[in-house]
Nanobody, 118 residues
Framework: QVRLVESGGGLVQPGGSLRLSCVAS????????MRWYRQAPGKERELVAG????????NYADSVKGRFTISRDNAKNTVYLQMNSLKPEDTAVYYC???????????WGQGTQVTVSS
């Protein structure tokens, strides 16, 4: 059974930091590109950051470049999103996604809420 379980969300003041984690099971984690998406109320889901399966190459949305860092630990089947200098506009539900282009498999976690507010 495929599972992606996010954790680490919560309420933080502007300028603060959070670290999201996503633990995967039920598939070969190291074969999958991993991504973090977010969805704010009334808005479409958007890609925040991605990391490739083997080389660990990363990409980021312009809105988070320099503030967020995605990383992965294939030994722990876990992907992380370190979020620094958080802004109120970062408030959203953050979703973990696993994608393998070869098979077109695409898996989602249940999401974790991040709220940036004073």
């Amino acid at each position: 059974q495929v599972r992606l379980v996010e954790s680490g969300g919560g309420l933080v003041q502007p300028g603060g930091s959070l670290r999201l984690s996503c633990v995967a099971s039920g598939f070969t984690f190291s074969n999958y590109a991993m991504r973090w998406y977010r969805q704010a109320p009334g808005k479409e889901r958007e890609l925040v950051a991605g990391i490739t399966s083997r080389s660990g190459s990363t990409n980021y949305a312009d809105s988070v470049k320099g503030r967020f860092t995605i990383s992965r630990d294939n030994a722990k089947n876990t992907v992380y999103l370190q979020m620094n200098s958080l802004k109120p506009e970062d408030t959203a539900v953050y979703y973990c996604n696993a994608f393998r282009q070869l098979t077109n498999n695409n898996y989602w976690g249940q999401g974790t809420q991040v709220t940036v507010s004073s």
